[in-house]
C-alpha cells in the first residue's frame, strides 16, 4: 500500500513539475524553427529574450550626425508624430500571441516589450522582451515570442518626427499584462 501511495504522489509532483517548466532559467541560445533567439538571464534573474541576429539590443541610440548619446529621457523631445492607433495595435498584437491558456497561466504578471524602430522608416527593425525569471512567462514558449515579433513587425509602423529622425534608432517599450 505505502508503494501505491509513493508511486501516486510521486506522479503527482512530476505532472506539476512537467506544467511548471521554466524556458529561461539560464543564459542559452534558441535554435528553432529557422531562428535563433538568446536568452541572457542577468544575476538580478531578469531574463532578455531576443532574436539573435538583433544589432540595437546593446547599442544606445546617438544622434546620426554627431554620435552623441540620446537620452530617452529628455523632457520636451517627441520623436513621434501623435497617432492614435498604434499603442492599442501593440497591445492587440500581445494579446492574441497568447492562448487562453497561456493567459490564465500569466494573470496578474506583466512583462516588458520592447521595440527598436527604423529611424528612417518608423518601422519597427527588432524586438525583445523582459520578465523576472521566476514569473510565468518564463514557462511560454519561444514561439509566442517569436509571433508577437513577427506581428510588430508586419503591422506597427510609426510617424516621426524631425527629431526622432537624427536618431540611430527609437527605442519605445511598454510593460502588459496579456488579457
Same mark, same amino acid.
Not at 491558456?101 to 523582459?130: A, C, L, P, W
Not at 518626427?161 to 496579456?178: D, H, N, R, V
Given at each position: 500500500?505505502? &508503494? ?13 513539475? #512537467?506544467? /511548471?517548466?521554466?524556458?529561461?532559467? &539560464? ?10 533567439? $538568446?536568452?541572457? !538571464?542577468?544575476?538580478?534573474?531578469? !531574463? ?10 546593446? !547599442? ?5 550626425? @554627431?554620435?552623441?548619446? %540620446?537620452? $530617452? @529621457? =529628455? ?7 501623435? =497617432?492614435?492607433? @498604434? ?10 500571441? %497568447?492562448?487562453?491558456?497561456?493567459? $490564465?497561466?500569466?494573470?496578474? #504578471? ?6 527598436? *524602430? ?13 520578465? #523576472? ?6 514557462? *511560454? ?16 509602423? %510609426? @510617424? ?15 510593460? /502588459?499584462?496579456? $488579457?
Amino acid at each position: 500500500m505505502k &508503494t501505491l501511495i509513493l508511486a501516486i504522489s510521486t506522479l503527482f509532483c512530476v505532472a506539476y513539475l #512537467h506544467a /511548471q517548466t521554466n524556458y529561461y532559467a &539560464t543564459t542559452k541560445t534558441f535554435n528553432q524553427d529557422g531562428y535563433i533567439y $538568446q536568452c541572457d !538571464v542577468r544575476a538580478s534573474g531578469f !531574463v532578455r529574450l531576443y532574436n539573435k541576429s538583433n544589432k540595437w539590443i546593446k !547599442v544606445y541610440p546617438v544622434y546620426k550626425s @554627431t554620435g552623441e548619446s %540620446f537620452a $530617452q @529621457t =529628455d523632457a520636451g523631445i517627441e520623436l513621434f508624430e501623435d =497617432d492614435n492607433w @498604434t499603442s492599442s495595435k501593440c497591445k492587440s498584437i500581445v494579446n492574441a500571441a %497568447f492562448s487562453d491558456s497561456e493567459k $490564465q497561466k500569466v494573470k496578474g #504578471h506583466d512583462f516588458n516589450i520592447i521595440m527598436y *524602430i527604423n529611424s528612417s522608416t518608423g518601422r519597427v527593425d527588432e524586438v525583445s522582451f523582459e520578465f #523576472h525569471k521566476s514569473d510565468p512567462f518564463a514557462a *511560454i514558449p519561444i514561439s509566442v515570442y517569436r509571433k508577437i515579433e513577427i506581428e510588430l513587425k508586419k503591422d506597427i509602423w %510609426f @510617424t516621426l518626427t524631425a527629431e526622432g529622425k537624427m536618431l540611430s534608432y527609437i527605442f519605445y517599450w511598454w510593460a /502588459q499584462e496579456p $488579457q
